[in-house]
């Protein structure tokens, strides 16, 4: 005859404990992507950033020397004004939408990204990619000075805030 030796209360433990372990490797997991996803985020917004001024350069010297605008970012590519031609980084297909100069229908002034969602920076007051344009800045183009910025935050009542001064009239 056999003896059966059973520790009671340890029994069928082994499965709960292995699923909870995996339970909280995943979630520890699912933390480090989503801030690592933000940072890839504000990475491609820098590179957007880069990009759109590197082009808007190109051209305004194309403009200054020929007298008009580029037909397209291809255009600047070959005639030597950018290295490569620059992608949209914040789209798939990396895609830009040209901004046209009034009147033109196959000219290129600027570039503005096709991607329709918030910004982490403040372009010129805009706090949409899709708002931040990158024009030349000729004589013909009404260009606003590229600020960049943090969004404003409501820091009323926040412990170590400065009081904002009131605006002089």
Same mark, same amino acid.
């Given at each position: 005859m056999t003896a059966r030796i059973t520790v009671t209360g340890k029994r069928g433990m082994a499965l709960p404990t292995v699923l909870f372990m995996v339970f909280l490797l995943n979630m520890s997991f699912?933390?480090?992507? !989503?801030?690592?996803? &933000?940072?890839? *985020?504000?990475?491609?917004?820098?590179?957007?950033?880069?990009?759109? %001024?590197?082009?808007?350069?190109?051209?305004?010297?194309?403009?200054?020397?020929?007298?008009?605008?580029?037909?397209?970012?291809?255009?600047?590519y070959n005639m030597k004004y950018?290295?490569?031609?620059?992608?949209?980084?914040?789209?798939?297909?990396?895609?830009?939408?040209?901004?046209?100069?009034?009147?033109?229908?196959? !000219?290129?002034?600027? &570039?503005?990204? *096709?991607?329709?969602?918030?910004?982490?920076?403040?372009?010129?007051? %805009?706090?949409n990619y899709k708002e931040w344009e990158f024009i030349a800045e000729t004589e013909g183009s009404q260009r606003p000075g590229t600020r960049v910025g943090r969004p404003p935050r409501d820091t009323q009542g926040t412990p170590g805030s400065r009081p904002q001064p009131e605006p002089k009239k």
């Open positions: 699912l933390v480090a992507f !989503q801030g690592w996803d &933000v940072q890839l *985020k504000r990475e491609r917004e820098k590179e957007l950033l880069w990009r759109g %001024k590197k082009i808007s350069k190109a051209i305004d010297r194309f403009y200054k020397e020929r007298r008009m605008y580029p037909e397209s970012i291809e255009q600047l950018i290295r490569k031609p620059y992608k949209d980084p914040m789209v798939k297909d990396g895609e830009w939408e040209y901004i046209r100069p009034p009147g033109s229908l196959n !000219q290129i002034m600027g &570039v503005k990204s *096709k991607l329709d969602e918030k910004s982490f920076y403040i372009l010129d007051d %805009k706090e």
